[in-house]
């Protein structure tokens, strides 16, 4: 998802009776439902994978903002032009909610941006895929905001509170995201012969991106267990993503656009479609840096907060004469 | 056309459209997160304008024509915005200050506007009014920290304020139609602005360090149509979809 | 290096007649520019009437540690609420 690949501690989760009194406290707080607060006792392994969890999941609304804003000054109407910064404006404003829930736990948001900045942190694989013409403003919304809110709603439920609650905040601003992209998408497919073939393109290129979002089949990893027993991560990746086909395969009928896997076909027995698999290997490349656009969206994010250093600097210097001025008075 | 107030709107709508399209291109780039944040703010308010500017031209004009086509189907000689909105992107600099500067020019002008006498004006400039209040307070408060910040964002900041002087007069030059406004008492004469803002600047600069720029000379022919080349890049990039694709739906 | 901008807490009273409720964080480099930030980031969708900034490292929590000593006794107290006391369905208007 937006955090793909949060290693958790790497180690099976232990059975309650394998814990001492604190670990144990705090893991049937958890079981009851209980919110952890910031101050709280948490074991150290539940802070790193939080954080890092937090960290990736903020970075990739931020780098988000690339691929959508690379059309905000080509939208074709007033209109356009306005929802679409509108919603790239809020990607900006859930990176923020993110990296302040992450603060909570100590870690400032310029060494997380710094983290990003050098490729250390990752986040998530979908936003180093271009956008190349206006159908991809409706397939980005329609289909990874659609698998983000996937994601995001469960964790509205997450054991941390402050995460929790950033996501409630997130998950209500999210709501008109998906719809206007799938706005775009019935404009464009039921449109002119030119923009049909844009929203089919668009499909067949943004497709198995988007499966890929929910991650690799996590249902024997080490790392989603953990994170399951601490209610940070709520569902499997193969669950969700299974969930994300069963709700869009007929949407992309109604657009009377192909979604393009030919083995796609609903079964009667299980009362789900059968789909092909994206292709993992493409996946891991380009989470390790090269996707056609790691390159670009880095080098976005590094020259933003190079360029802008003199502006932070600035305010800092004023900010510290307004206060020695003021002692001074004192 | 011959309805004054036909140019009146398009003159206000280019500004507020070609400003917002300039600004709008620093999402997701800017130098902090609040800022980008707040940015889009602005722009979002301004497309908001020219959207309404542009309708009211659209009406008035009663020749079919709409917003969005008076948006994305002129040429760069048929917009009427001042030099200074098509003034580029060098750096944030650049983009602050242009803004605080129009915010000036924007409050004012839309305050005189407020008190004309044509009642779809009267309205839309009422609307757009509280918004700008804010604009000219949040760019004015980051001009004067930056102004008195570090020698860094001081010189930055003097060296956007002299490098945009020369076309921010582009917002004062009267044409014909505004003479005619003026006697149907809808606005007043651009020109006649101008002290009134200076002096404001001014009070600004003094709270800062800043010096503001005292040449009365501007770059002339915004009126007619006679811009500066950046304006069409900008229209190229904004106007390619409705170009490439004619009389599409989207 | 710079210096990172100082954290500030944003709190936010909305339409109808509530009190000020906690709504997130945000930074900036002093309480003008905070209040504008608040402002920008924290009410984009008409969601407030009043906005309170406060430096994060203003704020005096209680500890979890003496979650116990803070806020137990008041459970042991339920006097002090309305249903802990039957009156007569005859008796109107209490
Ligand atoms: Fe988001
Ligand atoms: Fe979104
Ligand atoms: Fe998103």
Known sequence: MYAQQVESTGSQPKSLNKMNPKERAFQERIDRGERIEPKDWMPEGYRKTLVRQMGQHAHSEIVGQLPEGNWIGRAPTLE?????LAKVQDEAGHGLYLYSAAETLGKSRDDMTK??????????????????????????????????????VPLQRTSYGPYARAMVRICKEESFHQRQGFDIMMKMSFGSKEQKAMAQDSLN????????????????????????????????????????????APQAKYLGLKIPDENLKWNKKTEQYDFSEPDWKEFFEVISGNGPCNIERLAARNKAWDDGEWFREGLMANASKQSKAMNAKD | MNDPRFHLALRMGDNSLILAQQNSKW?????????????????????????MWLGLAANIEAKGRTADELAFLRDTQEFRNALLCERPNIDFATTLVRQ?????????????????????????AQKAF?????????????????????????????NALESLWPYFGSLFENSDNDYILFKAGISELPASLRTRVVEQLSADCGQSTLTLPDSLFYHKGAVQGHHTENLGYIL???????????SSNW | MSIESPLWEVFIRGQHGTAHRHVGSLHASDAETAMNNARDVYTRRNEGLSIWVVPSNQIIASSPSQKGSMFDPS?????RHPSFYDIPKVVKKI
């Open chain 2, 130 to 158: 509280v918004e700008v209040r804010y604009h000219r307070q949040r760019s004015s408060s980051l001009v004067i920290k930056l102004g008195d910040g570090s020698a860094e964002s001081h010189t930055r900041i003097q």
């Open chain 2, 27 to 51: 999402c997701g780039h800017a130098p902090t997160l609040e800022e980008d944040i707040a940015l889009a703010n602005v722009s979002l308010d301004l497309m908001g304008h020219a959207q």
């Open chain 1, 205 to 248: 290129r943004f497709w198995y991106p988007s499966l890929m979002m929910f991650g690799p089949s996590d249902s024997e990893s080490v790392h989603s267990a953990q994170s399951m027993a601490w209610k940070i991560k709520i569902n499997f990746n193969d669950e969700l993503r299974q969930k994300f086909v069963n709700q869009t």
């Open chain 1, 115 to 152: 983290e990003l900045l050098s490729g250390r942190a990752k986040y998530s694989s979908i936003f180093n895929y271009p956008t190349l013409n206006w159908a991809d403003m409706g397939a980005v919304g329609w289909l990874v905001d659609g698998a983000a809110i996937m994601n995001q």
């Open chain 2, 236 to 246: 190229a990039e904004m106007q390619y979809l409705q170009r490439t694709y004619p």
């Open chain 3, 75 to 79: 459970q042991g107290k339920i006097y």
């Open chain 2, 100 to 124: 605080y500067l129009f915010d000036a020019w924007h409050l004012e002008q839309l305050g005189l506007l407020c008190a004309g006498s044509d009642i779809s004006v009267v309205e839309i």
């Open chain 1, 80 to 84: 356009r032009k306005a929802i679409l």
